[in-house]
């Protein structure tokens, strides 16, 4: 299986340890996609700065494709990761550089097995052209009128939800489900899971693990139970829903346990 993350990447600054880490959304999608042993790619832009190079380096070092993602005159995004209270606080920086695809890019896009985007690739203006499965990570986004204009146009919507009941949470997905998108999976943390599958409703306990950072675990969430439901080969689709949330709170569970979103630091660049 070819997964194509596309979007933000952004280096994760911590100063009390003097440590950074690769971050960002697309960016940890395709790098936990290599960690399963899939063939990944990122498409993205890149700062000419210190940070930049780290955070190329980083993905190519890790197995990801970057071939397509250009390269701007400019710094790379990047947030200040500070405790305050006990509790981890960003602050962002610069903003990543605006995303344009080609035509070239998007046919190489359609060589992949799934397409992951979010609310903050950029790129919600190419989706009718990606004829590829999509996932798209909403986030915590609980917008009407953005799921009446993305959902038609994906496989796949991922939502977070750790604040919600279970009755929210169900609504929330059928909200998304009668938008357009009849497979929506959302994730709560210490809440476990759920997912509403072709009117299905399914749920997924949480482990108890203590994390030691939190960052990117939605988007190894949402990566390993992407990966799982368009690969399973269980008879059934309740059995290929359940194998992917089981194989996604696993998956997850193992990633809060590393710093940053996968490791991989290096000396902070201040």
Not at 253 to 261: E, I, N, T
Request: net charge negative.
């Amino acid at each position: 299986m070819k997964i194509i993350a596309i979007g933000d990447n952004v280096v994760d600054l911590y100063p009390a340890d003097k440590k950074m880490f690769l971050g960002g959304h697309a960016a940890n999608t395709a790098v936990f996609a290599t960690m399963m042993g899939l063939e990944a790619a990122y498409l993205g832009t890149f700062g000419n700065d210190a940070r930049g190079d780290f955070a190329r380096r980083t993905l190519s070092e890790l197995g990801v494709n970057i071939s397509h993602s250009l390269q701007y005159d400019g710094p790379n995004a990047f947030t200040t990761m500070r405790l305050n209270d006990g509790k981890c606080q960003k602050t962002v920086g610069e903003p990543v550089q605006e995303l344009q695809l080609s035509p070239d890019d998007i046919a190489y896009i359609n060589t992949f097995d799934l397409v992951y985007l979010n609310n903050e690739s950029g790129a919600d203006a190419f989706l009718s052209a990606i004829t590829a499965p999509k996932i798209y990570d909403f986030s915590t986004i609980d917008d009407d009128r953005v799921f009446k204009k993305i959902a038609p146009q994906i496989d796949l919507a991922y939502l977070s939800g750790k604040a919600k009941s279970d009755d929210d949470v169900e609504a929330l997905c059928r909200r998304v489900a009668a938008a357009g998108c009849d497979q929506v999976v959302c994730s709560r943390g210490l809440r476990g899971s759920a997912a509403l599958v072709k009117d299905t409703m399914s749920w997924q306990q949480a482990l108890g693990v203590k994390a030691v950072d939190a960052l990117g675990a939605g988007d190894a969430y949402i990566t390993s139970f992407a990966a799982t439901l368009y690969s399973s080969k269980k008879p059934t689709l309740d059995a290929k829903v359940s194998e992917s949330l089981s194989h996604a709170t696993k998956f997850s569970s193992a990633q809060v346990r590393v710093p940053g979103s996968f490791g991989h630091g290096a000396a902070l660049i201040a």
